[in-house]
Every structure is written in structure tokens, then in C-alpha cells.
């Protein structure tokens, strides 16, 4: 009984000795990247709605009065996301927003938009947003909503209607992007906030190496 009981008692400080090794070894995963972006489109767009689907919040929503915070997690990258309010009154102050600390754009149009007058406004205002000197080096990304909707008009014809091409231009160094997705569908939204991570990643390559330098160091 007693050689049982001492045998019992080095096979359990084996063990724990072997766990105690494998938690040691076991290190934290990276840190993630953080990005801070500006979520801008005019009022009943879908900015609330597709920043909802992925979060799987109700897509019932009423107009942002003022602006909403979300924060969006992903695998490799968090992304801050101030959403401005898009009614008359809120679109002069989107400006204030902006500045060199913004690492990018959320531009929402509704695809399915037929009031001309809509599209005339969504255009004026994209292009106070790609002519922002405190923006030239922050990307663009134009979503595109309501792809469910009859009629919803796809990447060429969201172009032509905006008057814009997407891709790097001459007077600014962050490109533009364009993104379909339906807020019905949140498969669609996370691909297009999963694209909009990586094309961040990609855009901030360089201070990603040297924050991690730095980490090393």
C-alpha cells in the first residue's frame, strides 16, 4: 500500500511538472491592429444597418442624430468606427472628424436609390470627402447597400453615378475602393469589413513593421 500510494505521488508530480512546462511555453497571441475610421453617407443610407448586421444587432433602426461609436473585432484587426450622422444638418460638421489620425473612410451609398437629387448630394459629398487635404492619405471605401433591392446598381454603374474611379488617383495618396453588400445578408457585410481590414493592413504596412519592431525591442 505504501509503494502504491508513493508510486501515486511521483506520477502526479510528473505531471504537474509537465503541465507547468507546457503552460510556461504557451505565449499570448500578438497584439491586434488597432484602426480608428469615420463611417460618412447621407441619411437612410445603411450606416447604422450595416454596422449592425455584422455586430447582429436590429437592423430596425432610426437616423443617427449625432454619431455612433462601433467597434468592430476581426481576427487580425480591430476596427474603431465613429459613424456621423448624414441629415442636412450633421453633413457640414463631418469635417471636424477628419484628420491625419483617421486610418480610413466608410462611404455608404444605397444602391437602389432612384431619387436623382439623392445621387446628385451623395456625389457632392464624396467628393468633399476625396478633396479633404486632412484625408489625402486615409483609403476610401465606397459600399455600396442594399444589393437585395430591384434595381440596385452595381460597381461600374456606382462609378458613373458618383462621378469617381476607383484605384489610386493624382491628388490624393489613399485609394478608393468599392464594395457591394446587402445589410440582409451579414455574410456580405463581413466579407466587405474583412476586405476592409486587409486593404488597411496593406495601406499601413510599414507602421504595422515598425510597431512591431518596436514591440520587439
Wanted: glycine share 6%.
Amino acid at each position: 500500500m505504501t509503494q502504491n500510494l508513493a508510486l501515486c505521488f511521483s506520477v502526479s508530480r510528473i505531471c504537474c511538472y509537465n503541465i507547468y512546462k507546457m503552460a510556461c511555453c504557451v505565449k499570448e497571441p500578438p497584439p491586434k491592429e488597432e484602426f480608428d475610421l469615420i463611417c460618412v453617407g447621407l441619411d437612410k443610407s445603411g450606416k447604422t444597418a450595416l454596422l449592425n448586421s455584422f455586430l447582429q444587432d436590429s437592423l430596425d433602426t432610426s437616423p443617427t442624430t449625432g454619431f455612433n461609436i462601433k467597434d468592430i473585432h476581426l481576427d487580425s484587426v480591430n476596427l474603431h468606427v465613429k459613424e456621423l450622422g448624414g441629415s442636412h444638418q450633421i453633413r457640414p460638421y463631418w469635417a471636424r472628424y477628419y484628420g491625419p489620425d483617421i486610418h480610413g473612410v466608410m462611404f455608404v451609398v444605397d444602391a437602389s436609390e432612384t431619387d436623382d437629387s439623392r445621387w446628385n448630394l451623395a456625389r457632392q459629398e464624396l467628393r468633399s470627402v476625396l478633396d479633404s487635404d486632412k484625408l489625402v492619405d486615409a483609403p476610401v471605401f465606397v459600399l455600396a447597400t442594399h444589393q437585395d433591392c430591384a434595381g440596385a446598381c452595381g460597381e461600374v454603374e456606382l462609378m458613373e453615378r458618383l462621378q469617381f474611379s476607383a484605384g489610386q488617383s493624382e491628388s490624393r495618396n489613399g485609394e478608393i475602393f468599392v464594395l457591394l453588400c446587402n445589410v440582409k445578408q451579414r455574410d456580405t457585410v463581413m466579407l466587405a469589413l474583412t476586405k476592409i481590414a486587409n486593404l488597411l493592413l496593406v495601406a499601413h504596412g510599414d507602421d504595422v513593421i515598425r510597431n512591431d519592431q518596436a514591440d520587439a525591442d
